[in-house]
């Protein structure tokens, strides 16, 4: 990112992806089939339960980062005109895999905090004599709140799987510091990157 628009950032991209897109196209594609497969399953085997959704949302989210970090490995191989097949996507359960779930276990956490607002009972309103009008407006402020704290976290920690590939040697809390380094100054211009690739995003979902 250093010294590097958006703009740039993007017209890199494309120019290194030149050739690839058909072959982009068919592994973004199983990841997206490997993706709602293993969320339908997992929805299918959950029960009711505060504790049981707790633990099948951690589940997912762990058995999902495998596939996240397989295919940025296939992204990353071929930005650099190196070979690529089907088993990258299974590349984290033979190198280190204890660092990833590790990694992925930080990220959750602060994905789930987000919900803890949610499931402020209605009988607190009750006890705090709180209309039930005030009690989602402290709902929504909550989430809202914790919603920002997610955002910067995910930025400060975004880093993370691209290091463990290129530097398999480190250990998770180098993994963690460094990234947190690296983004410390670049907050801002990876949010407006995120902001400008959404709308292409939201284009590949509607057009299939």
């Known amino acids: 990112m250093n010294g590097k628009s958006v703009g740039l950032l993007k017209a890199l991209t494309r120019e290194q992806l030149l050739g690839n897109y058909s072959k982009l196209s068919v592994y973004v594609s199983l990841y997206i089939l490997i993706y709602f497969t293993l969320s339908e399953l997992l929805l299918m085997v959950s029960v009711s ?49 204890d660092k990833v779930i590790i990694v992925c276990f930080v990220m959750w956490l602060f994905m789930t905090l987000i919900q803890l607002p949610l499931l402020i009972p209605e009988s607190f309103a009750e006890g705090a004599r709180l209309g ?5 407006l402290v709902k929504c402020v909550l989430v809202s709140a914790f919603l920002i704290i997610y955002i910067f976290a995910n930025i400060l920690l975004s880093q993370c799987y691209y290091l463990y590939l290129d530097h398999p040697e480190y250990t998770v809390t180098q993994i963690l510091k460094l990234s947190i380094s690296v983004m410390k100054d670049h907050k801002i211009k990876y949010f407006y990157l995120m902001i400008n690739v959404f709308g292409m995003g939201c284009l590949t979902v509607l057009t299939l």
Not at 63 to 89: A, H, P, W, Y
Not at 132 to 136: C, F, L, N, Q
Request: charged share 20%; net charge positive; glycine share 8%.
């Open 49 to 97: 339960g505060l504790l049981v959704s707790v633990l099948v949302s951690l589940v997912q989210a762990l058995l999902i980062s495998i596939f996240d970090v397989g295919l940025i490995r296939i992204c990353m191989r071929l930005t650099r005109g190196q070979e690529i097949n089907i088993k990258e996507f299974f590349y984290v359960l033979k190198h280190d895999p």
């Open 132 to 136: 039930k009008g005030a009690v989602i």
